[in-house]
């Protein structure tokens, strides 16, 4: 029998997705060491992860996988170590021309009204911060600004002057820089602009708004699709869109239009949230599928996007919506929290995803090629 090369392997593990990321390794990066000694083969992964978890049993599946195709392998050693993601950056020259010390803009979006979509902005928003990522928010919803109310934020944007005209300085809160109409109008006034007002105000967020560096910028979209989205995808090039959903198929039908509207503008999709999963009573402990069950899931599915979560019902969100405290940061142990944490990894581990597969360029560190 003919000894197996590394090339071989190589093929072999080109196959094998990830379990978490979903992505094989060397698109990923992700092989650290790599030798093949007769009949003794030996694999280093270093994967990224926020949280520092590595399911061992996802990995010996791998293991499993590669003695199916090689059975002539006595031993198979495969050291999988978790490290902490360094953020990636999405390269690109209109981007980098309005906002250039911001690596990744990612919306936050939906395709109606009450999904609780600005929600989960928010708390995504704060859990990137809490996890050391350099993060901004802009409200995007100019007609019904929400983010001042939910994040507790009264004062008003600093403004002055520079040798480029007018600039202003965002609002700090829970360690993320924002910005809002909200901050500027009067919060009893209605705001009542036509298209092109709304869509200026936008443009402005970007150019007029002294960001510094940031990791990520995220916009808290409006519902729908219509000027603002257009105008947000024609002016910056996005990292990608989140697409917030709840079970039920009325919502579902508008959120499969925000995704494909996307798609037709050439804005990735990292994936879909369902918010109002479901509840658990608390007295009795059992769950109700009040909207519907796994309406994002299937979804997801049929369109062929990531599914990056759940996040069940609980008054404790609405509560801190409403006093400006974020559920992620008021109670960071709770159930509901922990999957707002899962969510913001897995659109993190996307937005990896996403750079690696734009800039063309994979790097695999082997030892010497037969």
């Known amino acids: 029998m003919a000894d197996i090369t590394k090339s071989e392997i190589l093929n072999t593990l080109k196959k094998l997705n990830d379990p978490n990321l979903k992505t094989d390794h060397l698109t990923l990066n992700s092989i650290k060491d790599f030798s093949l000694e007769k009949d003794s083969l030996k694999i280093e992964i270093s994967i990224p992860s926020a949280e520092g978890r590595i399911e061992k049993k996802s990995y010996e599946k791998m293991v499993d996988a590669i003695k199916r195709e090689h059975s002539s392998l006595k031993e198979i050693h495969l050291n999988v170590q978790s490290i902490k993601p360094i953020v990636s950056t999405h390269q690109d020259p209109k981007k980098d021309k309005l906002l250039p010390e911001v690596k990744n803009t990612i919306a936050v979006a939906s395709g109606k009204g009450g999904v609780g979509k600005s929600t989960v902005a928010v708390n995504v928003a704060v859990a990137l911060a809490k996890d050391g990522a350099k993060v901004g928010l802009i409200d995007a919803d100019i007609y019904g600004p929400s983010i001042p109310l939910m994040l507790g934020v009264q004062q008003k944007p ?15 809160s829970y360690g993320i820089k924002l910005i809002s109409i909200g901050f500027l109008v009067d919060d009893k006034a209605p705001v009542i602009w036509r298209g092109p007002m709304a869509s200026g105000a936008i443009k402005q967020f970007m150019a007029d708004v002294v960001w510094g560096e940031l990791d990520y910028l995220v916009f808290d979209m409006p ?47 990292l994936g879909i949230v369902e918010n109002m999963s479901y509840f658990i009573a608390p007295d009795t402990g059992n769950r109700y599928d009040i909207f519907g069950a796994g309406g994002g899931e299937k979804l997801s599915e049929e369109l062929q996007t990531t599914f990056l979560g759940s996040i069940p019902i609980d008054a404790r969100i609405r509560e801190g919506g409403d006093k400006g405290v974020p559920i992620i940061h008021d109670d960071p142990d709770t159930k509901h929290a922990a999957a707002i944490m899962d969510i913001t990894h897995n659109i993190v581990e996307q937005v990896n995803i996403r750079n690696s597969k734009s800039t063309g360029k994979v790097e695999i560190l082997l030892g010497n090629n037969d």
């Open 158 to 172: 600093k403004v002055f002057k520079t040798e480029s005209g007018m600039k202003m300085e965002p609002v700090l």
């Open 223 to 269: 519902p729908g699709t219509g000027d603002i989205q257009l105008t947000l995808v024609q002016t910056v090039p996005l990292t990608g869109a989140v697409i917030v959903t709840t079970p039920q198929e009325v919502a579902l039908i508008d959120a499969r239009k925000a995704l494909k509207m996307f798609n037709r503008v050439n804005v990735p999709v």
